[in-house]
């Protein structure tokens, strides 16, 4: 019967290239497919395509092959019930992910600038506020390098009133705080010098409530030129006692908290007044982002994380893509289905799908190394040429320190062992790299901490292991781009190899639950 005929046409999904080889996938109904064959010209013959993954009704088969031009193909089907059939003939050029090649040879280091290192005298300093500025980043660029890493991405540092500046009040100007826009030169200036990349967090999503086009449409309402740049709602903007309470001698925190039980009359990032939402439907909002985007480029960045970007519409980020030269790294923060968004209106997003599989497997233990396979491979699946440019974390700025959350030193080198040899950018959260530990109420800032400086308190078995992973990373093409071939993946044990060219990883993770039981070997056989 029909349904029992797989899926393939020769589109982004199912027919990809990276790294020279091709991929070519099949997508079937569970269990309707008991052999599934490619086939190639005669000279060629027929390869076997192995069973990735599982979701739902649905599975997908895949066959690698060498070689990246265009193709002449059709399938073998063998069903459950015995019937055999042709599909195809296709021919095509598999679709080629256009990817700024730089970022592959890549591994990240985040930093949020208030919390790691004061760099100029007299900054204040507080609970909110610790202090930490570009002049700091600056001054510690040798311990960057001692690590290994290439990259850099920083949290927002423009013009802002909080720690965090996530709330906006001037694109075009990097904040006072953190030594203005002399000293991003120079930090700029020596990250190139040591070849380190830099990627900014671009805030689209929303203002600052203190931006000075906000506060003109707070202002003048309807009149204000700026009026279609957010979603107001009704009128007035903002009531009476906002204003007051506003204005009030209250210090600003307290203040903040005062406004958050009020009504106001505009859209806004969580409901945080602070935060008002753009009109990413304003073709004056767009050429904004776009303008501030170039700006940024033109001094120096090398890409953007974009926040919030599960919040504005794909097609804006289309276009701005479009408009970029096209080695400028772009990954957006999209916590759920990675589908709309890559791979055309960015290279990679944070792999919160693949974070959700690290946690599941390897601190929960809830999975089993078989079923974190199937969900490796189904992320991958869904992910196509992709995969290779998204962004992997074990922790950032919103998430728990992943130390504090899986408690076992061991375990954490481990799933690092694994970051570092899987597919995709890999990325340390400043302080993980010394076993840095928030604090264990959880929430939004538990892992924001301040780095430590003093190297008596540092972890130094986390610190060298991830000294050796980084390099292994940075010298290995096999791990940065091979074939990922799943050896063994049986209760908590897992083998794989990355495979590219001639080049072979073999990479053995084993763990119990029982504490500090966790072992990694990566070899080259
Ligand atoms: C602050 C406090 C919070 C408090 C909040 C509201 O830290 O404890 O609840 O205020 O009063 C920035 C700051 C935050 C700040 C926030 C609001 O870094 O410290 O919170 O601004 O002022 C959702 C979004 C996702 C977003 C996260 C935080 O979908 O885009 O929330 N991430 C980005 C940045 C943040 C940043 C902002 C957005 C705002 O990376 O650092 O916050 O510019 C589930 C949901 C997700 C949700 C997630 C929260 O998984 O499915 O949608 O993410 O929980 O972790």
């Given amino acids: 019967d029909g349904g029992d005929w797989p899926f393939h046409a020769p589109s982004a999904t199912y027919l990809y290239t990276v790294a020279g080889r091709t991929h070519v996938l099949l997508r079937a109904k569970v269990g309707a497919v008991a052999k599934a064959t490619l086939v190639l010209p005669e000279s060629e013959g027929m390869v076997g395509m192995r069973r990735k993954a599982r979701e739902g009704l649905f599975e997908y088969f895949e066959a690698v092959l060498p070689g990246d031009g265009e193709l002449e193909y059709s399938f073998e089907i063998r069903t459950r019930k015995g019937l055999t059939r042709r599909m195809g003939p296709f021919r095509a050029v598999p679709y080629r992910p256009e990817t700024p090649r730089w970022i592959y040879e890549r591994v990240f280091y985040q930093i949020m600038p208030d919390r790691f290192e004061r760099g100029l005298p007299g900054t204040p300093r507080g609970r909110a506020f610790h202090g930490g500025d570009l002049a700091g980043i600056i001054k510690r660029l040798g311990h960057l390098e001692e690590l290994g890493v290439n990259a850099l991405y920083l949290t927002p540092i423009f013009e802002s009133m909080t720690y965090h500046r996530y709330d906006v009040t001037d694109y075009f100007s990097i904040d006072r705080k953190l030594g203005g826009w002399g000293v991003f030169r120079e930090l700029v200036r020596e990250l190139k010098k040591r070849d380190i990349r830099l990627i900014l967090d671009g805030v689209f999503h929303h203002t600052s409530f203190f931006h000075p086009y906000f506060q003109d449409v707070v202002r003048n309402r309807e009149r204000s030129e700026y009026r279609r740049f957010y979603r107001v709602t009704g009128s007035p903007v903002v009531p009476e006692q906002f204003l007051r309470v506003l204005h009030s001698e209250e210090p600003w925190i307290e203040r903040y908290h005062l406004i958050k039980s009020l009504d106001w009359n505009y859209e806004s ?257």
């Avoid at 899987?422 to 264990?440: H, Q, T, V």
Wanted: aromatic residues 12%; negative net charge.
């Fill in 269 to 525: 990032f969580y409901s945080v007044w602070l935060m008002p939402r753009l009109n990413h439907d304003s073709p004056e909002v767009r050429r904004f982002i776009g303008e501030v985007m170039e700006y940024w480029l033109e001094r120096g960045a090398d890409g953007w994380r974009l926040d919030v970007a599960h919040g504005v519409p794909p097609e804006l980020w289309r276009e701005m893509r479009k408009a970029m030269p096209e080695e400028v790294y772009l990954v957006g923060e999209v916590m759920d289905d990675p589908r709309p968004w890559v791979p055309d209106a960015f290279h990679g997003t944070m792999n919160y799908p693949l974070y959700e599989l690290i946690l599941r497997f390897f601190v929960e233990g809830e999975i089993d190394a078989g079923e974190f396979l199937n969900g490796l491979e189904l992320l991958s699946a869904h992910l196509g040429p992709a995969e290779y440019a998204m962004y992997n974390f074990l922790d950032n700025h919103d998430t728990e320190r992943f130390l504090d959350l899986v408690g076992d030193r061991r375990r954490y080198l481990c799933a690092l062992a694994f970051l570092m040899t899987y597919k995709g950018i890999p990325s340390i959260f400043y302080g993980d790299e010394i076993g840095l530990r928030g604090r264990l109420d959880g929430g939004l800032s538990a892992g924001r901490a301040s780095m430590v400086w003093d190297r008596g308190k540092w972890d130094t078995e986390i610190f060298e292991t991830t000294k050796r992973l980084i390099r292994l990373r940075r010298r290995s093409r096999a791990l940065q781009l091979g074939e990922f071939v799943p050896v063994r993946f049986q209760g908590r044990t897992m083998i794989y190899e990355r495979v590219l060219g001639d080049e072979r990883v073999r990479v053995e993770i084993r763990y119990s639950m029982e504490p500090e039981d966790c072992v990694f070997h990566v070899t080259t056989p």
